[in-house]
């Protein structure tokens, strides 16, 4: 079910990135404290059920979103881009030029919300080095990682990962949870951490 929240403006975004066109929804709250861009993973779209559900509970906390999908229907079936974190950072990249030039937007401070292969390009893409592993020290930026207990394989790699990261980190585990948080109330957690993340982090310098 998704959460009531206050009206929204809502602006289409066709976003130039190398050649092609990315496809998203900007959608901003009165008074919006900044923008979060998702990065979904390899399976998902910007019209996932999951991101919606999150989106809807970000605007409710004052927080802008803009899903968009970082591939192009063709690009998606393609294994090797899907997988192509350095291509996914740099689609980021350009989305977040894209939202920096908007009027609606201008000056807003800008966090991203990834999940799988999303998650690795946001980390590239925050400090926009080349591979996720160097660039983990380089990340300075608050980073909240979250994590089902029973996705063991991800939560020991989330684990490893936090070590390395640099700045405000703090990693989150859902108890209960599997890989995509589809257990009852899980994924309502996810939304909720996320949003009192942004809410403490995301403030104009």
């Given amino acids: 079910m998704s959460p009531l929240h206050a009206p929204t403006r809502s602006v289409h975004a066709a976003i130039a ?28 779209s910007r019209l996932s059920p999951r991101n919606i559900f999150v989106g809807d509970v970000l605007r409710t906390a004052g927080v802008g979103t803009l899903l968009l999908d970082l591939l192009t229907p063709e690009e998606a079936n393609d294994r090797d881009k899907v997988f192509d974190v350095r291509l996914l950072a740099l689609r980021l990249l350009h989305a977040t030029d894209w939202v920096e030039s908007q009027i609606e937007t201008l000056g807003m401070p800008i966090g991203y919300f990834g999940a799988s292969t999303g998650a690795a390009a946001a980390v590239v893409a925050a400090t926009q080095s080349g591979h996720v592993l160097r ?62 993340w942004f809410g403490r982090y995301l403030k104009k310098d």
């Fill in 135 to 196: 660039a983990l020290p380089s990340v300075t930026v608050p980073t909240l990682l979250i994590v089902g207990s029973e996705d063991t394989v991800v939560l020991e790699r989330n684990r490893k990962a936090l070590e390395r990261l640099g700045g405000p980190k703090e990693l989150a585990v859902i108890e209960g949870a599997t890989h995509l948080f589809e257990e009852p109330g899980t994924l309502e957690q996810v939304a909720q951490l996320a949003a009192e």
């Fill in 17 to 44: 990135a190398d050649g092609v066109t990315l496809t998203g929804t900007l959608e901003l709250p009165a008074h919006a404290k900044g923008v979060v861009l998702f990065a979904h993973g390899s399976g998902s």
